[in-house]
């Protein structure tokens, strides 16, 4: 099979996949004994999709997002929120690495209540097995949901 075919074989799945997951239950935090175990997930915030995201092992990846004692490193979409809130209130980053500031004592409140933000958000969520259609269906799903405000796919 060509490259081309194997692609067009998994964009073709795209809409079906969308479909899914905007169908599927909206769960809380507290609420993931029967999710799949590979998928994709959304956070939703007032009924509104605000972040799409993979994982192979999904309830620990939704349970670590709004942990207390995650880091940067793992509640990633927490660390975006708090630093569009740390901007908002004029909060100087300066040449601050993101380990300094997750320490920093003023950031780190900012980070702190992010993840309370997360921890309260409804979930979607949806199973997607293979890795090269979890990727790309994660950039779909993204822009198809309008997340790209806290989806930027930058690497940090």
Do not use: C
Request: no cysteine.
């Amino acid at each position: 099979m060509s490259a081309n075919s194997q692609f067009d074989a998994v964009i073709e799945k795209m809409p079906k996949l969308l479909w899914d997951l905007r169908s599927s239950r909206a769960r809380s935090r507290d609420d993931l004994r029967d999710i799949p175990q590979h998928g994709i997930y959304v956070f939703y915030e007032n009924n509104v999709p605000v972040y799409v995201g993979r994982s192979r092992q999904l309830k620990q990846r939704l349970q670590v997002h709004s942990r207390p004692s995650s880091g940067h490193n793992s509640a990633t979409f927490a660390f975006i929120l708090a630093t569009q809130v740390a901007r908002k209130q004029n909060f100087e980053f300066g040449q601050m690495t993101r380990t300094q500031l997750e320490n920093d004592p003023v950031f780190g409140e900012f980070f702190r209540q992010a993840k309370v933000r997360v921890g309260e958000m409804k979930i979607r969520v949806v199973e997607v097995t293979g890795p090269i259609t979890q990727t790309v269906f994660e950039v779909y799903a993204a822009l198809a949901l309008g997340t790209t405000t806290h989806n930027d796919f930058e690497t940090h």
